[in-house]
């Protein structure tokens, strides 16, 4: 292994193992906050990364709860200085580092209305996880590459476990606990398979698709791609990109399609011949057989992974779809274009 | 004037007038049902334009009722039937056809739950407009050229004039009032100073760049461009950008700033000084003297617009970007890259 990133992709499947053996009681201890406060909606503040894991808990919290959740818009907690009453909400800030201002800011606003705050954090004695009510630590240890892998798997590891420690489903805690080997078995898979992308080395950006709970999914790729290679790539929902954006899907240019089987699956298949019509070059990371076999490239994904933690494994090929277009390019994968690790916004 | 497009453009400052004067009423029942619910949030369903719409909302709403603005996950509703409960939401669909069945159904979804409902919407016979409880009509009249002009600044309209009807500040009617004119009067300054965007006539893309209220026009001036021109522009706010996407911001990459005087000016400056420092081509819109000079271009806004109403100025001269791209590529304004106008999606 050459770099720390490709170390710490390794290290996916046994850092989500810690989590989930580590963290199981808090989360619990999480869960009683859930049923302790009258929830109405749940309020998420992330930047980065940590946003797609929020995409993530957007869709299960929201449906483990049956409550909407909301992205806070920390600019006016802090450049506008009017933060909304906070009535009703479960406040939940997502920073690996937690050292992000505005989202710290957040928390701190919540617990000064008096509502209950969670932190998913790597460092809780950060000023994030020392604001918050309840810490729920990433457990990923040190993560050195500036492009975030690990911290990822565990931030959505993080939400995952919350929802199967408050769902009523008994089955769902069973299912993520026998997540991280379903996870070391698809990265050796994706590894053998992602040779497959050097026909693409010529090209210039691409567009990210999913639809429903691979939304994260899709701008988790797109973002690593990106920050990796420098590559234009860009991510959309299958229904937004049809609303004006496919204009610009010009006959040779890249998509990636994020399709595991599920309620979506139909809808993807739709979106995949919708662009391969304008002349897309295409890539489909899927279960899916026939979805497969109708790209350029198919990236399987292996089967038994149940759909609500299909986020977890479908990334696994994106990430070295974008480990391989950074090296195809030549580009230092632990220092990539001049990135630093943390940036702090207002 | 030889294209729908142009004439509808030059339409907006005369519909955002109609709009102002006839829906006045409609929008202070709007304010009542605000008043007579115990409103913890407002939840948003939108698709394209009118999700920038919903984003201008969630600033200008959430400022006013001092509550969150979420949007909704459509697919919750359709696809995963799994829709939240609705208690403490107030539920807005934004659709300029009414025909969005995902839309549709979020706000159908909140009526069976006994939550208040509003459409905005330029067809109050639509299955939006027969479905919400308050129907806000655009206003805009017949729209013909596939993108959206004068329905997006009539959307916008419409939030402004709940919330000038609903706050406490008996100021913000008198300043939307004004605003028609200084529509027209920016129209006719942004026609002069568009023709510079010549020298930019070979690129083959741009990302659009804001913070805080005109998160909403960076959105859809990037949309605007890349409907018309098929380039592949795309949005940003200033500070996710700097979370790793501009990795991707190679020297001679154009990057448009929409940065009016406000509390986010500052936050832009930097950005767009640290856009600049890695070689990017910068245009810069914005009332700001010193701002617009730093940029390679610089299309000015008129002075005297408050920071509230900005985003009905400051989209227009990126509309008019959008439309001499396009003449730039030799694009039919009126049915650009086989887009159809109304799209449906689940």
Redesign the interface.
């Known amino acids: 292994v050459s770099s720390h990133l490709e170390a710490e992709l390794r290290e996916q499947p046994e850092a989500l193992r810690r989590l989930i053996e580590r963290q199981r009681g808090y989360a619990e201890q999480i869960g009683d906050l859930f049923r302790s406060h009258d929830v109405?909606?749940i309020?998420i503040a992330s930047?980065?990364?940590s946003?797609n894991a929020a995409r993530y808990a957007?869709?299960l919290l929201?449906?483990a709860?049956?409550?909407?959740?909301?992205?806070?818009?920390?600019?006016?907690f802090t450049?506008?200085e009017?933060?909304?009453?906070?009535?009703?909400?479960l406040v939940i800030g997502i920073s690996q580092s937690g050292k992000s201002p505005?989202v710290v800011e957040v928390v701190a606003e919540a617990r000064r209305q008096g509502r209950p705050t969670v932190a998913l954090t790597n460092s809780p004695a950060s000023p994030l996880g020392m604001t918050a009510d309840a810490v729920l630590k990433l457990e990923a240890g040190d993560e050195r590459a500036v492009?975030a892998t690990k911290t990822y798997v565990n931030s959505l590891g993080a939400v995952a476990l919350i929802f199967a420690t408050t769902t009523a489903d008994r089955q769902a805690l069973v299912e993520l606990e026998r997540l991280p080997g379903q996870l070391a078995a698809q990265l050796d898979r994706s590894w053998d398979d992602v040779g497959a992308l050097d026909v693409f080395g010529r090209i210039?950006?691409g567009t990210v698709v999913a639809?429903?709970i691979n939304y994260c999914t899709s701008f988790e790729i797109a973002?690593k791609i990106?920050?990796?290679s420098?590559?234009?790539?860009?991510s959309y929902s299958a229904?937004?990109l049809?609303?004006?954006?496919?204009?610009?899907i010009?006959p040779g240019w890249p998509v990636l399609a994020v399709a595991p089987s599920g309620?979506?699956l139909a809808?993807m298949a739709d979106a995949v011949a919708a662009v391969g019509a304008?002349g897309a070059r295409t890539i489909v990371i899927s279960d899916d057989e026939r979805l497969l076999a109708s790209g350029e490239i198919g990236l399987p994904l292996l089967e038994g992974v149940p759909e609500w933690l299909s986020p977890l494994v479908a990334v696994l090929p994106g990430q070295l779809a974008a480990l391989r277009f950074a090296q195809l390019r030549g580009i230092d994968l632990d220092r990539?274009?001049?990135?630093s690790k943390v940036?702090l916004?207002?």
């Open positions: 109405q909606y309020l930047r980065g990364s946003s957007q869709y929201g449906r709860h049956r409550v909407p959740v909301a992205f806070a818009t920390p600019s006016l450049l506008y009017q933060p909304p009453r906070l009535d009703g909400a505005d492009a210039e950006g639809r429903g973002l990106r920050e990796l420098g590559l234009l790539f860009e229904a937004d049809m609303h004006g954006p496919v204009a610009a010009a309620p979506a809808a304008r990539p274009l001049g990135l940036t916004t207002r």
